[in-house]
């Protein structure tokens, strides 16, 4: 018997999590239902399975008032969360206690309030939360995770880590409803949460304070107009403006997904992002302590001239380096291979990754990181593969990530934003008890 899937938010994060069944799990699962404010969006994806991968279904469609009435109609086995990011933990909890299995985007939540009612409900139940942390599955943060382990440094002891969101994606951020702390949390918790996991995973270790700044520097009427670029302000959104020669114009005329569901319940997919109302940050700093005793020190920008990250961490007998260049992406709709195209370029003179390793008293050597096919570096199907697959390969390097280490990662993000507000350093357990036992990550579910 197929397993049967739902999916709340059909936004354009939904097709990762709907494509691999239409190309390679059609027999063991069935796409039973979507719950969204758009019939529009809803329709779209049906539209698209069938003329991209002559892939028929008939989901129901219900709105998001139904929530409830769709779970108990249609008796899931899972429920698959795309939803704004806001909402997340009261679907994960309202999808628990229906009794079903959870897929839920990252981040799990975006406060410590959500936080604590995940951990008492998930403890409560016994169905199981996965956290969709794609970029572990990339080929080269898995090499990073392998050397690690292996003792090529022997102990972590610290990390530096530096992200770099491009002018095109980076904005993007600022067109939509990630622009909105409500919605969101801010960049330390919808995107760093990405960054956060990573080095949780890396140090195998579960983050214990939390120091941070941040602040709007660059995107904002204010700061558009501090640098001269006040005629980019004239408008609220770029469909249907004279634009100009704005770098930042975005047009959805033709986009299905967004501008033809405008109409379904108001929501504006590119609002200009130099406008008054935009509360999150695009340049912080972060500085963290382990229970292990690492530290890190992190910093992610929004408005930077090309995309990627570059990683040291340092361990009692060496260091690690390693560089990740790509191409950015807006998602809009599309299919997993033309997401995947844009994602894997790389722009001219520069190099997709460089892993270099420098034990003390030896000489460097470069690592080969592995080529993979894909989405996200070729991480995206190897995660589908384990949320599909009726009998999912094997991960020697514990990549699958529970409700647990989906909330170690978004409390770092949550304490980094309660410290830039109050000037404090937060220790994480004071918000939410996370096992305060454990000291390793690979503890937690």
């Known amino acids: 018997m197929p397993k049967r899937y739902v999916y709340v938010g059909t936004g354009g994060r ?4 709907l494509h691999p069944i239409a190309l ?11 719950c969204d404010p758009s019939p529009t969006r809803m329709q779209h994806h049906v539209d698209l399975l069938k003329d991209e991968f002559g892939f028929e279904v008939n989901p129901a469609f219900y709105s998001v008032e139904n929530f409830d009435r769709m779970l108990a109609e249609q008796k899931p086995d899972t429920v698959v969360i795309c939803s704004i990011d806001a909402t997340h933990a009261d679907y994960i909890i309202r999808s628990l206690r229906a009794g079903c ?3 839920v985007e ?5 406060d410590a309030d959500q936080c604590a009612a995940i951990q008492a409900a998930a403890r409560q139940s016994d169905r199981k939360v996965r956290v969709t942390f794609n970029y572990r599955w990339t080929p080269g943060v898995t090499k990073v995770r392998e050397v690690i382990a292996q003792g090529a440094i022997g102990t972590v002891q610290h990390a530096h880590m530096e992200y770099l969101l491009n002018t095109e994606h980076g904005a993007d951020y600022f067109r939509r409803w ?3 702390m409500a919605n969101s949390g801010g960049l330390l918790v919808h995107k760093s949460t990405h960054h956060f996991d990573l080095v949780n995973w890396w140090f195998d270790s579960i983050p214990e304070t939390v120091f941070a700044n941040g602040r709007l520097a660059y995107y904002g009427k204010e700061n558009a107009i501090k640098r001269g670029d006040e005629r980019f302000t004239r408008y609220d959104r770029y469909t249907g403006n004279d634009t100009g020669d704005d770098p930042f114009a975005l047009d959805l005329s033709s986009n299905i997904l967004y501008y033809q569901a405008e109409k379904d319940n108001g929501y504006i997919r590119d609002r200009n992002v130099f406008r008054e109302d935009i509360d999150i940050y695009d340049t912080m700093s972060v500085t963290a302590t382990y229970r292990s005793g690492a530290i890190l020190t992190y910093s992610l920008v929004a408005y930077a001239p090309y995309e990627g990250f570059r990683v040291s961490i340092m361990g ?6 390693y560089r990740e260049t790509h191409g950015s992406h807006l998602i809009m709709g599309q299919t ?18 460089k892993l270099l390793i420098s034990p003390h008293f030896q000489d460097s050597y470069e690592v080969e990181i592995p080529t993979a096919s894909g989405g996200h570096g070729g991480g995206d199907p190897l995660i589908q593969d384990q949320i599909f697959s009726l009998n999912p390969p094997a991960d020697p390097w514990h990549r699958n990530a529970g409700w647990e280490q989906g909330l170690a990662s978004a409390m770092l993000g949550i304490c980094a934003n309660r410290s830039i507000k109050t000037g404090e350093r937060i220790t994480l357990t004071d918000l939410v008890p996370l ?11």
Not at 14 to 17: G, K
Not at 24 to 34: C, E, G, K, L, S
Not at 435 to 442: H, N, Q
């Open 435 to 445: 096992r305060p036992e454990a000291i390793k990550l690979s503890e937690l579910i």
């Open 101 to 103: 299995d959870v897929i």
């Open 178 to 180: 990630h622009s909105s």
């Open 14 to 17: 939904a097709a990762m999590f």
């Open 316 to 321: 009692d007998r060496g260091r690690i380096e």
């Open 336 to 353: 997993d291979a033309e997401l995947a195209e844009a994602q894997n370029a790389i722009p001219a003179g520069k190099k997709a990754c």
């Open 24 to 34: 390679r799990y059609r027999d063991t699962a069935h796409i039973a239902a979507f």
């Open 106 to 110: 990252k981040p799990i939540a975006i």
